[in-house]
Every structure is written in structure tokens, then in C-alpha cells.
């Protein structure tokens, strides 16, 4: 008997007809100079599961009302039948009552497979709550003077050799 639950209510379905699950992805592509379009991401899109099924019995009114508690509330659910998918909820509920299904009711239900955010806290540090760092006062000290650094002797040989060479060209 296939049901769905929230891990504290559940809801048993009288008949399930069919249970299609589909898993599909985006695959992005960018044309080139020459040959075929290059495929350059995948990203994979959540399960989409359609079921449709019946409900009969004396409980079925309960039982459409708290379906529809499901999908009003979000609530996170788990589908346990011919396939098992945890992580859903409820996108869309139709139920069709006619003079087909006595004491109940067709249902079409679509549950979507959602991913869920974890929460995390972090501690974040106020510029106002960080002691001063020590910094010594600026002093003046008068006018300075850049000191030259010695020239390196690779620096002096390169260009030694660039002029030579510029001096070279010119004579012949």
C-alpha cells in the first residue's frame, strides 16, 4: 500500500494507478567557429514524481484534508510505494469526485523533489569590539633623502650587452 507521511502523520492511499518519475537536467551549450555546439555545464533538475491513484473508505474526507494540510503547509514528506523518494513536497493535488468512484475519490498528485538549506551560525567579530592595535605616533624628521641601492651585476652586464649590440647594428 503505497503512503505518504511527515514522519508524524501519515496517509495511506486506497489504489495507486501509476507512478511516474521523472529526472531530467539543463545542459548548456555555446556555438564554436566550426563543428557542433560545445556543452559546457550540466545541472541536474529536482525529480518530478506525478501519481495517480484512488481513495476510498470512510476516512477518505479526513484523508483529503490532510493531504491538503501537506501542500498548504510545505511539509517536507517521504513517498513510500513501488519507487521510495524522500525529500518531497507536495506541487500540485487534484481530486475529481463523480458518480465513478463510490464513498471517495481520483486524485492526481505531483511531488517535487527539494533540496534543503543547513543553517549555520557564525561568530563575526565588530570593528568596535577588537582591541587597538599599538602603532608607534608619527614623527617628523625633517627632509630625507632616497638612498640609491646599488646597481645588481647581472642588471649592469644585460644592458652592457644591449648597448654593444645597438652599437653593433649601427656600424654595419
Keep these: 500500500m503505497?503512503?505518504?507521511?511527515?514522519?508524524r502523520t501519515t496517509v495511506v492511499f486506497s489504489t495507486v494507478e501509476s507512478e511516474n518519475p521523472n529526472r531530467s537536467s539543463e545542459v548548456t551549450s555555446n556555438p564554436v567557429e566550426t563543428?557542433?555546439?560545445?556543452?559546457d555545464h550540466v545541472k541536474s533538475n529536482p525529480t518530478r514524481f506525478p501519481i495517480t491513484g484512488l481513495i476510498v473508505g470512510p476516512d477518505?474526507?479526513?484523508k483529503l484534508s490532510?493531504?491538503?494540510?501537506?501542500?498548504?503547509?510545505g511539509a517536507i514528506l517521504t513517498y513510500i510505494g513501488r519507487n521510495l523518494?524522500?525529500?518531497v513536497v507536495i506541487k500540485s493535488f487534484n481530486s475529481t469526485h463523480d458518480s465513478d468512484v463510490a464513498n471517495g475519490f481520483r486524485f492526481s498528485i505531483e511531488l517535487e523533489q527539494v533540496r534543503i538549506a543547513v543553517k549555520k551560525t557564525v561568530n563575526i567579530i565588530l570593528p568596535g569590539s577588537v582591541p587597538p592595535?599599538?602603532?608607534?605616533?608619527v614623527e617628523n624628521k625633517g627632509r630625507q633623502q632616497p638612498k640609491k641601492k646599488p646597481a645588481d651585476p647581472q642588471t649592469i652586464d644585460r644592458l652592457i650587452a644591449t648597448a654593444r649590440g645597438k652599437v653593433n647594428n649601427t656600424i654595419a
Design 85 to 87: 523518494i524522500q525529500n
Design 133 to 137: 592595535t599599538q602603532v608607534k605616533p
Design 66 to 73: 490532510q493531504i491538503d494540510s501537506f501542500r498548504r503547509s
Design 35 to 39: 563543428g557542433e555546439d560545445v556543452a
Design 2 to 7: 503505497a503512503q505518504i507521511t511527515d514522519g
Design 60 to 62: 477518505a474526507a479526513q
